[in-house]
């Protein structure tokens, strides 16, 4: 089943002489349950891509269907309540709230959805991330490695279409890194998620079950491991 299908996608910046192709005239698509892995070198628009893709900035032109739907013919307020639904994002900094507990961290998005939260499942998803005996510590009470399961938990609690994780072991050391690719490879496995993850780490990318390369804004090479 298709999960994620993307058009002609192209993202640009300046004008004129100062004009950039971030990311250049991109299609492809992924299937639901892939652990995709998006590699490239510094600059080559592999984050810009990502961004794209979870509907956080807008394409210069083309499109990106999500499950289905065509996330940039919505307007701003519909994007950012169909991203907290159905997208979940990893970013190499955590970006947890500092005066929340781990229980409260990983529940944000679907209390600021107004759903309810499942106690059985985020009982199975603290022990799947290890943090059952954390779960009302404050960030800073916590190392690293373990903010950042946190910050996968609250990416996967809403059972999202499709999980982004944008260098998510870049502030991490080699031990940390090896914990956290295991777990988005468990969580692929386990809760049959989608996932994509932009690295530069060969090692971690070779975790994944598909390489897609990029090169100045350009797919270069699209396999599978």
């Known amino acids: 089943m298709e999960i994620l299908k993307v058009k002609n996608l192209s993202k640009t910046y300046g004008k004129g002489e100062n004009k950039i192709k971030a990311v250049d005239d991109i299609s492809f698509s992924v299937e639901k349950g892939d652990f995709v892995a998006i590699v490239g070198a510094s600059g080559s628009g592999k984050s810009t891509l990502l961004h794209l893709l979870g509907g956080v ?3 210069t032109s083309g ?4 499950d289905g739907v065509d996330i940039y013919a919505m307007d701003n307020d519909a994007l950012a309540i169909f991203r907290r639904r159905q997208v979940g994002l990893i970013y190499q900094f955590y970006n ?13 998005p679907a209390k600021l959805d107004g759903q309810n939260v499942d106690n059985k499942h985020l009982k199975d998803l603290l022990e799947t991330l290890g943090l059952e005996n954390r779960k009302k510590h404050l960030p800073n009470e916590l190392s690293g490695g373990q903010q950042q399961r946190v910050s996968i938990g609250r ?3 809403n059972n999202p279409a499709l ?19 295991s777990l988005l490879k468990k969580s692929n496995e386990k809760y049959n998620q989608t996932i994509i993850v ?3 780490d060969l090692e971690i990318a070779a975790m994944a079950n598909r390489i897609i390369t990029i090169e100045d804004g350009k797919i270069i090479s699209d396999v599978r491991n």
């Open 57 to 59: 900035d807008r394409p």
């Open 63 to 66: 499109k990106v269907y999500i």
């Open 96 to 108: 947890l709230i500092p005066i929340l507990d781990v229980e409260e961290n990983i529940t944000l």
């Open 155 to 157: 990416a996967i609690i």
């Open 163 to 181: 999980v982004l994780a944008d260098e998510p072991t870049g502030n991490l050391d080699s031990k940390a890194s090896d914990e956290i690719i």
């Open 198 to 200: 932009i690295t530069h």
